[in-house]
């Protein structure tokens, strides 16, 4: 192959959408570079007046020959990055190996290590741009003792594999002072598991290191300077001395566990008992224990059995007939009523947590109208310290019921804010596994299989708890209908990490299903798309607008159309009609510009996750920003799906579901579906702004498995009818698909099979040093000015 003509071609196809100034002379501006840009790793620069003469990006490695200890102590001083505001004298450039795509956008591929961008040309040079800082996100433990391990997640945490140099520091600020920490995985690091160390690091904190509150911090290894460092990561270093917990026994109140008898009001007592003793472990010797109402659980109080398959909880109906309804009366001993704090559920549990409580080694066989095995609520606070753990539980309740959808019952129900819970170690048969009705902070879920009772259809296996900082890691689905999902009804979903996890046999006849799903957050809340009526250097402003007063404070505007193009601020407060954001614009936006202000599944990393016979893969419905999937093997199962939506139903204030920045990295995708990029967009509304944009796919394998772009549109508003490709009421809109790359990649096709398919909608993609396997290409394409740059 060569490389095709893109020059006035690609600009005259994408100037609909990517209209920069490009009539009056600029100096370039850089407004956001797609990270992380390794050695031999394709990119997108997004900025403004890239339409110059003579641009060139220059690239700078920032060197500093300080030691880490150096480094570190200079860190704890309060000394900070400061990139050269000029290019070096020998700085670097991409030895040809870029492309200006638009007066917006630069293609490039990258040969070395690179900290600063810049972009020169004849009216000028940009500002440096820092690229390839490590983003640590969240420590496993909030509280460590002294020679304790711990793990670090995060992204881009190292640069240099052979071998991998990271340090880990502990810094104390006020005693301007850092301490080593011992990083674990050099004692088992294995070459081929290199793929994980940017994204997770293990380490053990040293013995002398005072007790107090600490930042972690993390070097990447590379004589960078604090250019290397990332963080900080808040950890609190604590002394502990053990606890033995009060601990009481069941029987000591009437239960009898031999599944005749009607053990609830025993159990309860029990509860109640070591709440009003400040606290304990309430424990269920061997035996079946009969509940016929919903057992509630006050605060710091425990229940653990001996083992899940010799300890159980049972609705037997023949026994005592299980209650419809949440107790009414109080819960009430000593002093404090806890009934108050057990908020009124869609349908009875078995047993109802509300905050530091723990269930452990229990066995629960839930039956209608039992509709969880285990629910955690709260009035009024969030649900926290909540851990569910080697448990063993069967949910029959079925959630679709006289045609109404129950989406609440499973096998275990989170329902609200919950903060630090945990679910480990669980066996989960039922329609559902988790369902978490809401959002979650710092929580896990970690080491749970799923199987469904009563076939497939309706099941949504695993659950997670997910929000932010959520841990999801080494659960299996197998059999359920779909495997792990948020929904829309969530919000923020935001540096979580997905590890280890697997969905095996998935999906339905009846219809399609996810094993990874992202859906759509943000739905029925505040957002808006629109163009800004005035932009300052921090702010947005749209009088036609009355938003409630911080109604988008923490959501994300993002540029994506016009002046401004690529580049994203968090808001940090909001008036009825102008937005404040936490940081100054690259390039102010203006008039022409589009913006969407919403939430997004934004930076969270797939890590090594896996599907076989599934119908789903990993799959980001609308609004996904700066994702990464690295690792992930689909064998017999659909793959990637990046699954952009242009609906702007009023009813639910949703504006404007684009997917940009997105990564695929050294994934698997064997005899089933690929990658797909779709976008989905309004037939009554049409928007110059790309859907799907500057998504990158790299190093990755296609054997009998497509890589595809897609473009349909909707009827109307409130329809997702589709219509059929080709249809005259599209029009001529501008691309809904734009420059997204397909890198370094394998494909392995029988001669005549569906290889590389690109939508008429689709312009300006990147198709570089592809490998056919000795085969011949099958690449279908349809779009505007792609860009094939072959081995």
Not at 352 to 372: C, K, T
Not at 425 to 445: A, F, P, Q
Not at 610 to 615: E, F, H, L, N
Request: net charge neutral; hydrophobic share 40%.
């Amino acid at each position: 192959m060569k490389p095709r003509g893109i020059g006035l071609c690609l600009a005259a196809a994408l100037v609909a959408f990517a209209a920069g100034r490009q009539g009056q002379a600029e100096a370039p501006v850089i407004n956001y570079v797609t990270q992380p840009v390794r050695h031999w790793e394709t990119f997108f620069l997004f900025g403004e007046g890239f339409g110059a003469k003579n641009v060139k990006v220059l690239r700078g490695e920032v060197r500093d020959e300080r030691s880490p200890e150096q480094l570190a102590q200079a860190l704890a001083g309060g000394e900070a990055f400061a990139p050269p505001v000029a290019p070096p004298e020998k700085v670097g450039d991409l030895y040809g190996r870029q492309y200006v795509l638009s007066p917006q956008v630069i293609g490039g591929k990258l040969q070395g290590g690179v900290q600063v961008f810049w972009v020169k040309s004849d009216e000028g040079i940009s500002q440096p741009y820092v690229v390839n800082r490590p983003e640590p996100f969240f420590a496993e433990f909030d509280e460590v003792a002294p020679g304790q391990e711990c793990r670090l997640f995060g992204r881009n945490m190292l640069q240099a594999f052979y071998p991998p140099t990271p340090s880990l520091w502990l810094i104390d600020r006020a005693a301007r002072r850092a301490y080593a920490c011992e990083w674990g995985n050099r004692y088992d690091y294995q070459g081929h598991l290199d793929y994980q160390l940017p994204y997770e690091l293990r380490f053990k904190v040293p013995e002398a290191v005072p007790d107090g509150a600490y930042e972690l911090w993390v070097h990447n290894g590379l004589k960078t300077g604090l250019h290397g460092f990332g963080g900080p990561v808040p950890l609190a270093v604590k002394r502990t001395q053990p606890v033995s917990a009060r601990r009481s026994d069941v029987r000591d109140f009437g239960a009898k566990g031999d599944g005749r008898s009607d053990d609830t009001a025993a159990i309860e007592a029990a509860a109640l008992a070591a709440a009003d003793a400040g606290g304990g472990i309430v424990f269920l010797p061997q035996g079946d224990y009969v509940v016929s109402r919903t057992v509630r659980v006050p605060p710091g109080v425990d229940l653990e059995g001996f083992r899940a398959s010799l300890s159980r909880l049972l609705v037997k109906p023949e026994v005592a007939p299980f209650s419809a309804d949440l107790p009414k009366e109080p819960l009430k001993g000593k002093g404090e009523d806890w009934a108050r704090l057990f908020r009124r559920l869609e349908g009875p549990p078995m047993v109802y947590l509300v905050a530091n409580s723990r269930v452990e080694n229990l066995g629960f066989v839930a039956a209608e109208p039992a509709q969880w095995a285990v629910a955690a609520a709260r009035i009024k606070d969030p649900v926290e310290r909540v851990v569910v753990r080697n448990c063993d539980i069967v949910n029959s309740h079925a959630p679709w019921v006289s045609g109404k959808w129950r989406p609440g019952t499973a096998c275990i129900g989170i329902v609200g804010y919950a903060r630090f819970c945990e679910i480990r170690g669980c066996s989960l048969r039922g329609m559902n596994g988790i369902g978490h009705v809401g959002t979650g902070h710092k929580c896990r879920t970690i080491g749970n299989t799923f199987s469904p009772v009563g076939g497939s259809f309706g099941t949504t296996g695993m659950g997670w708890m997910i929000g932010t900082h959520c841990l999801v890691e080494g659960n299996l689905c197998d059999g359920s209908n779909r495997g792990f999902t948020c929904g829309p009804w969530m919000g923020p979903i935001e540096r979580n990490v997905i590890a280890r996890n697997g969905v095996v046999n998935g999906g339905s006849i009846e219809g399609g299903a996810e094993s990874f799903l992202f859906e759509g957050p943000d739905v029925g809340r505040e957002n808006w798309f629109g163009s800004p009526s005035a932009a300052g250097a921090d702010w947005l402003e749209q009088a036609d607008q009355k938003w409630k007063p911080d109604a988008l404070k923490g959501r994300v505007a993002l540029v994506v159309h016009g002046r401004g193009l690529g580049q994203w601020r968090r808001v940090a407060a909001n008036t009825e009609s102008r937005v404040a954001l936490t940081e100054p614009w690259a390039a102010q936006p203006d008039k022409a510009s589009l913006v969407v202000v919403r939430s997004f599944f934004m930076q969270n990393v797939l890590l090594n996750d896996y599907c076989r016979d599934a119908v789903g893969g990993v799959d980001f419905y609308g609004g996904a920003l700066e994702n990464t999937v690295e690792r992930f093997v689909g064998l017999r199962s659909r793959g990637v799906w990046w699954y952009a939506a242009h609906v702007a139903d009023p009813a639910q204030r949703l504006p404007f579901g684009p997917c940009w920045f997105n990564d695929a990295r050294n994934c698997r995708f064997l005899d089933g579906g690929g990658v797909e990029l779709e976008a989905a967009r309004r037939t009554d509304m049409p928007t110059p702004a790309p859907l799907l944009c500057g998504n990158r796919v790299q190093h990755s394998e296609f054997r009998h498995s497509p890589y595809a772009t897609n473009s349909k549109m909707l009827w109307s508003l409130k329809q997702t009818s589709w219509l059929p490709y080709g249809d005259a009421r599209r029009g001529s809109p501008p691309p809904a698909i734009a420059w997204n790359i397909l890198d370094s990649s394998t494909l392995d096709l029988y001669p005549g099979e569906r290889g590389i398919g690109l939508d008429p909608e689709t312009a300006g993609q990147l198709l570089w040093h592809l490998n056919w396997s000795g085969r011949q290409a099958q690449l279908d394409d349809k779009a505007a000015a792609t860009l094939t740059v072959p081995q």
